[in-house]
């Protein structure tokens, strides 16, 4: 996926992506911009920033707000940290019964 960010009244930044959706194709955008890869020169969007999503090989462009990108990367954070709790303590009580 291609992903551009802009910010209003800003240069369009482009960046090309493998993602699994929308939010995840800008949120490797912003994880890009915060590690300042070399010769990227991007700039650090924030939650007023709008990215611009193509699918490659695609005429659509989907457009998602950075606030929304924050707060689906969170989410999916959790669900991560709940499911590695959640495997911890199958195996501790699996343990605990043997």
């Not at 924030?46 to 490659?56: L, S």
């Amino acid at each position: 996926m291609c992903c551009d960010c802009a910010r209003p009244q800003g240069i369009p930044h482009t960046v090309e992506v493998l993602a699994r959706s929308t939010y995840h194709a800008a949120a490797l955008f912003i994880g890009k911009a915060r590690g300042k890869s070399p010769g990227q020169n991007l700039p650090l969007p924030d939650g007023k920033t709008i990215f611009e999503v193509r699918p490659i090989g695609e005429e659509r462009v989907y457009r998602v707000l950075g606030e929304r990108v924050e707060r689906w990367a969170n989410e999916e954070a959790r669900k991560q940290h709940d499911e590695v709790y959640e495997r911890i303590n199958r195996r501790r009580s699996r343990s605990q019964r043997g």
